[in-house]
């Protein structure tokens, strides 16, 4: 997610830049003027963007200073405006990802009159984070955990809107459930299962997709992982800025621990010394004694 005062005041490469390996990404917006959301959309095009999404689900009291964030779905109107400023800068896809109430409004007739307004114009994607956000009195990551999960919402809306492609996320953790959701929207997003335990990813394709090729193994992944540490060091990037997004690559495995360990120690990750990897991984490779 980047603010629109990022992109039109900031460093845009910094924000934008991606490797080819990535792809298909998207964008995520942060803003609510509409001609700031238009011109950041149009960068996002430029730089290679598959998708423009715009965030209306966060309820951080900094994101609501800003005006954007979960605080937007009082004002459904001011997004119509804002999506359809952005579907007129770009070509590719504008979407919302947004939540189902507000503070203390749990009526289900909230949610679905702001997606309403909102697909009318012409936003045809929706990500339902299925929670409230607490506006005030709870963290960012408090929003995550306390407000009770309501799935049924999101089915709703499916069954409300049938010609809107509605994505559920909140609290997802296994592809048993992702298959169970998937009997009643279109899509499933993981969120922070996806980050603490990425190898959760590896079965997704052939099991969603029908694809035959093998998964890459942990090691591979570890391995290409490496190779994009030493082409981004060369750029100048610090070790440990990418290191502690792969925490959770061996995640369930014995020695998850060790390689957690050494992969989060400063002093070693400022050596910028790749060899770090090795030592981690010895964790992971603990002699096995057999005894007759």
Not at 50 to 55: A, S
Not at 73 to 95: F, G, K, W
Not at 166 to 189: R, S
Request: some cysteine; hydrophobic content about 40%.
């Amino acid at each position: 997610m980047v603010t629109t005062g990022a992109l039109l005041h900031g460093d845009v490469p910094r924000h934008l830049a991606f490797t080819p390996d990535e792809a298909p990404v998207a964008l995520q917006l942060g803003g609510s003027e509409p001609g700031d959301l238009a011109r950041s959309a149009k960068l996002g095009e430029q730089w290679g963007y598959d998708e423009i999404n715009l965030n209306c689900g966060c309820p951080s009291e900094r994101v609501q200073r800003g005006a954007f964030g979960a605080c937007l779905m009082n004002e459904p109107q001011l997004v119509a405006d804002c999506v359809r400023a952005m579907r007129d800068a770009v070509s590719i896809p504008v979407t919302v990802k947004h939540r189902i109430g507000v503070d203390a409004v749990e009526e289900y007739g909230f949610v679905r009159d702001f997606v309403g307004t909102v697909a009318d114009a012409g936003c045809d994607v929706f990500v339902v984070h299925a929670r409230n956000a607490i506006l005030k009195g709870l963290s960012p990551k408090e929003n995550r955990e306390i407000p009770p999960l309501k799935y049924e919402y999101a089915y709703q809306l499916k069954r409300d809107f049938p010609q809107l492609e509605i994505i559920i996320n909140g609290g997802i953790k296994t592809l048993d459930e992702v298959e169970a959701h998937l009997q009643h929207v279109d899509g499933v997003m993981l969120g922070r299962e996806a980050y603490h335990n990425p190898y959760v990813l590896a079965q997704v394709d052939s099991r969603f997709y029908g694809s035959m090729q093998t998964p890459l193994t942990r090691e591979q992944v570890e391995a290409q992982l490496i190779e994009y540490c030493a082409a981004e060091m060369a750029r100048g990037t610090y070790l440990g800025a990418i290191t502690r997004h792969a925490l959770g690559l061996y995640r369930g495995e014995a020695g998850a621990r060790g390689w957690r360990r050494v992969l989060s120690d400063s002093k070693r990750l400022a050596a910028r010394d790749l060899t770090i990897f090795d030592e981690a991984r010895q964790h992971l490779r603990e002699p096995v004694e057999f005894f007759e």
